[in-house]
């Protein structure tokens, strides 16, 4: 299952951490540009990046014996692990939830874009400066590619101040930005940082289109232009409006001397490496498999030698087949509950002797994966009859031989 309550959890883990990488090193930088493109890569990067897996091998394993190659795995091919596990079941209600806001989310944005569209109808637009003017007291603001201008503007002292930082906010499509990251957090719906993300992109939009309207403002007109539009009352939401409740924030920012924090900016870039290195990489070992060469095994002379190949290798007295089907009926509604509730899967390789009877002996999970699914393997392989011992130079011998045991849930 692609989005497993693993994740759910990395996802929020990678928001979390690169959220506060902007918050505590980028949000009083200048430079909003760059701040624009860091801010949309954090949800970018906390839904991506859980998905990817680069082996990062920590050390080797060498296990020194052969295979059962033409075993199947017993335990994929029967219904033991037919029902969810809890963690499972957690994730897809987590990916209905999400889902639900996602639709709602799709229709506000649809109801909006049909009031914008009704006021667009009702508004005249000027191509002098390339605005809709509309008659009613409202804020100045933005959606997509439009932007809209009360009347009352036009005949205001420092209006074109106004008429620029809504133009940037459409020149540069903030509002895509809006509903981008809108609908990305119906995701992270639980992060209690959602709304310091959101207040984050506004921020940044504002910071920016200030920017531009400050190059043309010569007598110092547009902070009284931009708290005088707080009395305009605002009634979409979700668009970029001249207006927005961050006057303060914005006022300090207009008082910063533009300069370029290259230290910040490298730090969080380097930290922002790290983590998404750390999340993207799986950090694992790695196993080998280490097939003794004949000539090795003919040297080996001694009668109470266990052989890992043979001339002649040892088989189940009935055949690999009804092994196989032995195995998975042992195994049936065996999974155990551990395993089932934390989501465990994998492979467990026994490994076992063959005595010159055909016995077994010395049955170990050699390579396990834990939550009882070890244990589990063992001993249904112990409970299997004979076996018809393997044969080196004509002579009966104790061999060795491991069978691999798949757990899977389905």
Known sequence: MIFSISYIIQAHIIFIILLGVYHFLLRNDTNFKFNRIYLLSIVVFALVIPLLSFPVFTQTTILIFPELTNLTNPANSSPMASSLSVGSIIAIGYCVISLLFIISKVFRFLKLFRQVNLIKRKAKFESKNGVYIVENEVAPFSFLKWSFIPQSILAKEGGGLIIAHEKLHARELHSLDIIFTELACCFLFINPLNKLFKKHIIENHEYRADEIALQNDTDSKYKQLLIEQTLYPTHLKLVSSFAKPLILNRLMMMMKKRKQTIAFKMLAIVSTALVLTVFSCDFQEKESLLIKSEKDMASENDNNK??????????????????????SEKL???????????????????????????????????????????????????????????????????????????????
């Open 332 to 410: 049936k509604n065996s999974y155990p509950a551990q395993a089932r509730r934390l989501g465990i899967e994998g492979t467990v390789y026994v490994q076992f002797n063959i005595e010159k009877d055909g016995s077994l002996s010395n049955i170990t999970a050699v390579k396990g994966i834990g939550a009882g699914c070890d244990q589990v393997a063992v001993d249904a392989l112990a409970a299997y009859g004979q076996w018809t011992p393997g044969k080196q130079n004509g002579q009966v011998v104790r061999s060795q031989r491991v069978v691999p045991i798949r757990f899977t849930l389905e």
């Open 306 to 327: 266990v052989f890992t190949i043979v001339e002649d290798q040892a088989e189940p007295k009935e055949g690999i087949d009804h092994l196989n089907s032995f195995l």
